[in-house]
């Protein structure tokens, strides 16, 4: 009898001395953003476009875009994933999430208060927050959050002569959004999310004859309504 | 006799002691406060010798056709490792089609040349030897020439472990050379690195130094309306507080030419020769007291005039760098700057000065 004691004792032993985290963490699954430009729900191009906005027909000629997405969750799980898109399709890595049933995912356009006090020089080059992006202002105002630029006709005279420069950051324009989503993340197996980017409606309700340049600090009212309008450029398929 | 198998046994489990290492020493850059880290390229470690090799192929005329031109024929020391004349003159006497650009920092720039067509300083230190308007030569000339001295087979021996002369060993020498060549100790980089506190690192001047700190200022500031001073500049000359290296590294057109004649970016294979025409790479603002004449091709003599072009002058491509209008690219372009602003940001600029670097003597002619 004693010794069988001291055999379930030190099976018992064996059992409370075994991790439950490594089998959870092997488990968990890659999440990816995967990414699809659009212009007017038109496929990016670079070459001239025309749009139609605020009732007026609009030759545009998109120069650069750039913009941050980070702070991500799917639910009330963070995944520390940090995404500078540019203007081509692609793949990115966000993170991993245990296997399980989520109903909403989350992100923010720009980079929260913490990344954005980040210092470029300590990222290798490849790292999306590295000085090599171009991405960071100055000391002061640390990271753009989103470049778009273009030029355009917008008095129709045919001639590009309207510089459209939208560089929008500082702590106080970064946005969150959230869409309903059912995701059903199977153990080990890669989950990937259609992220549609459409680039168009940064220019809602704006007034491009007026309304065509801000650099945050220097035009804050048209930065806040650019910022805004960024919460409508994202959809999830 | 228990004693004596211990010390058998000890004294066989003893490992000989290892062979001297033969071969290249690493040598590790130590990289001034604030400057991100170095990458170098995996196939191209830095070594004690390859530097040393580099630097010696930088200074040697055997590399040109009539043996009469070194790298450092156009790219001197005490000029920040550029040239004071506009075009530089090759061994047949022609001039080059751009202003020699100086050399330092380059371990960061992903680009190289004023168009950026090479990636990699490998690549680029193939360039020169080969062009009829500068050093006018073929490698294969060059590599018999070091081959036919009694110096460099054993400094290309000791800077790779093997024998060998080459052109893609000589062109990683001169690479880890020039990755050398970092500029990081202006009165600017005193200031920053003591925590922007004590502008006396600026000038020991109190009301200089408080021009060049208000000089700074406007250079980080933008547009903000007709007669607020705003250089503008940092859009693409980074602020040096933010990365110390005062070149964002794009590839843009600045508004020198409302047609450039000079394809810049659109001469490159693969870019558009329309759209990327009078493209060229965004210099480092360093050393600028060195390196005059200024722009690609060498136009302007002084600060003054960079600024006042700026300021004044910038023309309106049809691809001219967004963050250089206002809006309308007929309503106004470029910086908004008073007399006395003009003034200050020529002052800020001069901080950027590097004194110990033209005179540091680990770059020097090594003779």
Known sequence: ?237 | MCLCALVVGLSSCRKDPEPPEIGPENYYIVVPQGFPTVESPTNNALTVEGIELGRHLFYEEKLSGDNTQACASCHFQSKAFSDTVDFSLGIQGNPGLRNAMPIFNLAWSPTLFWDGRAESLEEQALFPVQDHLEMDETWDNVVAKLQNTTKYPPMFEAAFGSPGIDSVRASKALAQFMRTLISGNSPFDQFANNGYFDRSYLHPNPTIANYIYEGWQIFNRDYAGPGIDAGSCFHCHTDPAATRLTTDFQITNNGLDDVSADLGLGGVAGFDPVQDRGKFKTPSLRNLSYTAPYMHDGRFNTLEEVIDFYADSVQAPANLDLDLYHGSINDKRGAVLSPIARYKIKLFLESLNDPSFVNNPAFSDPG
């Open chain 1, 1 to 237: 009898m004693k010794i069988l004691l001291s055999l379930l004792a030190f099976a018992l032993v064996l059992s409370s001395c075994r991790k439950d985290e490594p089998d959870d963490y092997a488990t968990t699954s890659k999440v990816y953003l995967n990414v699809v430009h659009k212009f007017n729900g038109n496929p990016l191009s670079d070459n001239d476009t025309v749009v139609d906005i605020n009732g007026h027909s609009v030759f545009m000629n998109l120069v650069d875009l750039k913009m941050y997405l980070s702070g991500f969750s799917f639910d009330n799980t963070s995944l520390d994933g940090v995404v500078l898109l540019d203007a081509n399709n692609g793949q990115y890595y966000i993170g991993d999430i245990k296997p399980g049933d989520y109903s909403k995912i989350s992100l923010g356009i720009g980079l929260d208060s913490v990344l954005n006090a980040s210092d470029p020089v300590t990222f290798e080059s490849a790292h999306p927050l590295s000085y090599n992006q171009g991405m960071y202002w100055v000391w002061a105002t640390k990271y753009r959050f989103f470049k778009v630029e273009a030029t355009a006709d917008v008095d129709g005279n045919g001639v590009f002569d309207d510089g459209i420069v939208y560089h929008i950051g500082t702590n106080d324009m970064y946005r969150q959004t959230e869409f309903t989503k059912a995701i059903s993340v199977e153990s080990g197996e890669d989950v990937i999310i259609n992220l549609e980017v459409d680039w168009f409606k940064f220019f809602n309700n704006l007034d491009l004859s007026s309304e065509s340049n801000t650099h945050t600090v220097n035009d804050v009212p048209l930065a806040t309504k650019v910022a805004d309008n960024a919460l409508g450029v994202l959809s999830i398929q």
